[in-house]
């Protein structure tokens, strides 16, 4: 497979489609019905035959998929590449239904669409959530059958045979008793001719020949010989590099800035000033950086430049004293409550977190008074071009082209604008391309954070320890609510509840309730594993409290809860088996549990945990049970998998964005610190086959270690964590 870094079917100043030819290829509507299914519907009409879905370039049977006339197939790629696999999976759904091999097709990423291009069960164009195998499952299915009919089609009609006698193999159309074969390069021109099918048949999972195979990652050879672009990589003609110095505190301004010295140092071209950031532009990234060292910039704080941690912490815990949004009600918890032999309460809280992506943010534009282009890799292409368009450029959308890129990393951090908003500020000051690239620094202290939470739980037992009333009540800030207000009712939003409601367990009388709190001058973002990292985390830890409470083992406790979900139970179950649960450790080591359904998917990790006379934590071993229906790459699923593990132990044991008077305290990856190589436990991922519909997989891991090694602890030390990071001091040994 050939992956097309750089250029996509961009519409633009130079190649804007018409009006009609939007129509004709409008073929996906989709969107989530009030009960949570998806509603699908195929239009592909091309009225005008050959001229149409034809053409010069081949066969272009739906938005997704040309087939051009050489034979090669062009997937228009709606999701993006940001490690996590999408360049592998999503293919293979394609090529299966269309009966071509892996390395027939090449890849264009989609340009900023979103009549064509939406997520189907997010609604807008977007990689994000765990679900882009999710939302391409059924529809880039029917794509590549609705393909795969229309080719048949035409050879049979070629042919003078009946279509059910002809078959698709591998990149051709075979006539097996006549021995007839024919290439789809070269069925193009009639296939186009064809009529649309309304309704195709989809490949029963039986007859899968790729789907839940492991196929090696398609992007990695251009990522290990270097050849792969990501949007750091993009070099226009003419580029100039710029980075740059925002107010320390969020909401304030630029007083003075005295900018002789940096004007000084060799290489730097320009310095552009803004109402509450400072850039230096040069010939180089070292230029840059050597400039922006030199500039004298004061600041005016603003009204934030007091505010710290502690009173941010202070004003949730505040607010979960008064009634939130209920979430959700079962039975009666107020009067099972009152019954219970034993009560347990406890209060919960999560720090902010940065993103810290490997790639840190950057963008290239060329902008000029006629027109605006973008070079980025984005999570939101759409988001990017509106952004830059509407709101910074001034600019009507058809004058925006944006190239998206392979992403290093992005979690959640390049669903925002922001990083491209900034690059075009400082581009309308500048005559040609430049290239906004942030330091680290900047990065860390400028990113838009994972919120703060806070959690107030009770439960009550019965007389055999069993939970009877469950009341969880917490506070944060809602993401959804700024970046689509749509997601957003009755003070509610389907992220921010994810893991707090709809639990696994059977638990007959339970009231959830969400207060809203926005930090003062805080930008909040989704984090990998967004809601669930933090709801997950609280009912995971509050549910071995309750097992502690009962005297009862955490295995056993769980399973006791599961008999109305039996596939969470086999994933508990599985887990607990293959990490020897119940078998003797060395002192302070501990096993410790969790079990989720988050993002369509149930998963079940056991952390083995070492903890230190000193306090220090060491994971050593996670072993993860998972079902997430349809496989459609095994080593994609493990990778991930073994990703998000890496990324939940490093929130676990470090992860921590403090301010103090308004600023940011962390800086970069000494004082932010990223789990290295030799803290690296051995991983463990056992696979749960059936044909359920796919779940997500990309976050899952993340929130499903950050309670097990939480529990681990407890089990090892006997000090329960409510809170994250990991605080040596508290584990210490005595004496």
Known sequence: ????????????????????????????????????????????????GDTEAAGADGFTPNAFIRIQRDGQIVLTMPYVEMGQGTYTAIPMLIAEELEADLKQVRLEHAPPNEKLYANPLLGVQATG?????????????????????????AAAKRWNMDAASCRAQSGEVLHPPTGRRATYGELTADAAR??????????RPQDFKLIGTPAKRLDT??????????????????????????????????????DTAAKAVKGVRQIVQLDDAVAVVADHMGAAKKGLAALVIEWDDGPHAKLTTEAVAGELEKATLNPGAVAQNIGDADNAMASAVTKVEATYHLPFLAHATMEPMNCTVHARKDGCEIWIGSQAVARVQAAAAAKTAGLPLDKVVVHNHLIGGGFGRRLEADGAVRAVQIAQHVDGPVKVVWTREEDIQHDMYRPYWFDRLSAGLDAKGMPVAWNNRFAGSSVASRWASGWFKNGLDPDSTEGAIDLVYALPNMHVEYVQVEPPGIPTAFWRSV???????????????????????????????????????????????????????????????SLQFVFATYMAQVAEVEVGKDGAVRVRRVVCAVDCGTVVNPDT?????QSGIMFGITSA?????????????????????IL????????????????????????????????????AIFAATGKRLRTMPVDATALKQPG
């Open 653 to 673: 044991l470090y992860g921590k964005i403090t301010l103090k008077d308004g600023r940011v305290e962390q800086t970069n990856f000494d004082t932010y610190q």
């Open 1 to 48: 497979m050939i992956i097309d870094h750089l250029t996509s079917r961009i519409t633009g100043p130079d190649r804007s489609p018409s009006a009609n030819d939007l129509s004709r290829r409008t073929f996906l509507q989709a969107g989530a019905a009030a009960g949570g299914g998806l509603m699908l519907s195929l239009s592909l009409p091309f009225a005008n």
């Open 637 to 641: 699923v493990r990778a991930q998998i």
């Open 221 to 258: 050879p251009a990522k290990v010989n270097g050849t792969a672009v990501y949007g750091i990589d993009v070099r226009p003609p003419g580029v100039r590099i710029a980075t740059l110095a925002q107010s320390p505190v969020f909401g304030g301004r630029v007083k003075r800035v005295d």
């Open 676 to 711: 290295r190589m030799d803290q690296a436990p051995a991983i463990d991922v056992h696979i749960v086959q059936n044909f359920e519909p796919p779940g997500g997989m990309g976050e899952c891991g993340t929130s499903a270690v950050v309670p097990a090694v939480a529990n």
């Open 531 to 593: 809601g669930p990292s933090h709801n997950v985390f609280v009912t995971e830890s509050f549910i071995d409290e309750l097992a502690a409470a009962a005297k009862q083992d955490p295995v056993g406790y769980r399973l006791a809860l599961l008999d109305k979900n039996p596939r969470a139970k086999v994933v508990l179950a599985l887990a607990a088996e293959k990490a020897g649960w119940g078998q003797p450790l060395p002192e302070r080591v501990g096993r410790g549990v």
């Open 194 to 203: 064809m009529p649309v099918p309304t309704n195709v048949a989809l490949k």
């Open 129 to 153: 959530n765990s679900n882009a195998v999710r939302a391409a499952w059924q529809p880039l299915r029917q794509a590549g059958a609705t393909a795969r009919t229309m080719l048949v089609t």
